[in-house]
């Protein structure tokens, strides 16, 4: 019996927090209530500002490992760069082992002209056809013993 009254009680209270059945409570009740939803809001944003805090301090902390990173980084690009002068010039002392021209000379300026676009023939046919081959050649001296003329002559 008083846990069913205590359940109609909180039951109650819970109505009245989400703003349902307001009428029969007293001007007392409602400031009662009023003060009440008023410390809940201060502790939701006080655990909302902590949550964001707690947040940022991640953030800043990956920050910092990332800035580490990046530093370690750009240090070993500056010395691989800084290698790389240095084994350019033993190759070309004859140190390499190889050819004492650089890769990107053998290159010509203007290679653009060595190809040629290929223009569009639409008589091309893929393929052997035994049945046009007649057509195309005639009757030629290059014929088999069965009257086709051998893929690779055409």
Known sequence: LRLNARVEILQQSQRNLLGEDLGPLTA???EQLEHQL????????????QSMLDQLAEFQRR????VESNRDLRRKLEESIAKIPLRLSWEDAGGGGGSNIPYNHCIPAHSEGIFQPLGFN???QVGYNPAGTDEI???????????????WML
């Open 28 to 30: 007392k009740e409602l």
């Open 38 to 49: 008023e410390v809940s809001l201060k502790q939701i944003r006080s655990a909302k500002t």
């Open 63 to 66: 920050e910092e490992i990332l």
């Open 122 to 124: 639409s008589t091309l």
């Open 137 to 151: 050649n005639g009757s030629g001296s290059a014929q088999n013993v069965h009257g086709f003329i051998p893929g």
